[in-house]
C-alpha cells in the first residue's frame, strides 16, 4: 500500500494525511475494457489453473459455473483486500509453493524442466 499513497500536509489544518498517487478515477474509461474476455481467456488456456481470491464472491458467473466443475482450484486468502500478493504474501507464496508440488515440478537442479506451449511445442527451461 506504501507504493501507492503518499503523505502530504493539509495546509489548512497542518495535518499529515495521506491521498492516493494516482486518480484512479481518471481511469474509469478504461476499465471495461480493461476487463473485457479476461474469463474467458482465463478459462480457455489449456493448464492446470489456480485461482487466488480473497473472497468467493468475487466471482462472476462464469468463473463460480467453471469452479464447480472443477476446471480450476479456488483458493481463498483470507484477511486481505483487493491487491492480495501485497497484503498476504506468505499466503500466496505456500499457494504457488503447494501447486509446484501438487504438479510435480522437478525441485531438483540438475533436473531438466519443461514447459509446454499453447501451440503443443516442448520448451526446455534452463535453470
Known amino acids: 500500500m ?3 499513497v ?5 495546509k489548512p489544518t497542518g495535518l499529515t494525511k495521506y491521498v492516493w498517487r494516482t486518480d484512479l478515477m481518471a481511469t474509469q474509461q478504461y476499465w471495461k475494457e480493461w476487463f473485457r474476455g479476461l474469463t474467458k481467456a482465463y478459462l480457455e488456456c489449456p493448464l492446470k489453473k ?7 464472491e468475487r466471482m462472476d458467473k ?3 459455473i467453471a469452479q464447480m466443475q472443477g476446471k480450476f482450484q479456488m ?4 484477511d486481505c483486500g ?13 499457494a ?6 501438487k504438479l510435480k515440478v522437478p525441485e531438483k537442479y540438475n533436473e531438466q524442466m519443461y514447459v509446454t506451449s ?10
Open 62 to 64: 462464469e468463473l463460480t
Open 96 to 101: 504457488f509453493r503447494d501447486l509446484i508440488h
Open 82 to 94: 483487493h491487491v492480495i500478493q501485497e497484503d498476504q504474501p506468505a499466503a500466496v507464496a505456500r
Open 75 to 78: 483458493i481463498i486468502i483470507e
Open 50 to 56: 489456480q485461482l487466488l481470491l480473497a473472497a468467493s
Open 6 to 10: 503518499k503523505a502530504v500536509i493539509d
Open 118 to 127: 499453447v501451440s503443443g511445442k516442448k520448451i526446455l527451461i534452463n535453470r
Open 2 to 4: 506504501p507504493a501507492q
